[in-house]
């Protein structure tokens, strides 16, 4: 059973930085994609960037020019580095691992952007 686990989550004053990391573990296939998404209360959970083992990463457009994904997948590691974050960005953030044909989530982290 593949487990994910994230970590980085804090608080943040507006224009700040974060840097989330998320680690696979498990049977983990060489092809596979992971990603960030984030909910906050009362919406639904929502996309905010993924790539695969290989590939172009995809973003929300609302994050775009602001937060990188990156992987090392010698690592089976996710990491998410958020600049210039707006209260906006504020939400808890998870971690998705997906291969063949099944997604596994993480706990969530909180990061909340405030001053």
């Known amino acids: 059973q593949v487990q994910v686990v994230e970590s980085g989550g804090g608080l943040v004053q507006p224009g700040g930085s974060l840097r989330l990391s998320c680690v696979a573990s498990?049977?983990?296939?060489?092809?596979?994609?992971m990603g960030w998404y984030r909910q906050v209360p009362g919406k639904e959970r929502e996309l905010v960037a993924i790539?695969?083992?290989?590939?172009?990463?995809r973003y929300a457009d609302s994050v775009k020019g602001r937060f990188t994904i990156s992987r090392d997948n010698a690592k089976n590691t996710v990491y998410l580095q958020m600049n210039s974050l707006k209260p906006e960005d504020t939400a808890v953030y998870y971690c998705?691992?997906?291969?063949?044909?099944?997604?596994?989530w993480g706990q969530g982290t909180q990061v909340t952007v405030s001053s």
């Open positions: 790539q695969a083992t290989s590939g172009a990463p």
């Open positions: 998705r691992h997906y291969q063949g044909g099944r997604e596994i």
């Open positions: 498990g049977p983990i296939f060489s092809i596979n994609m």
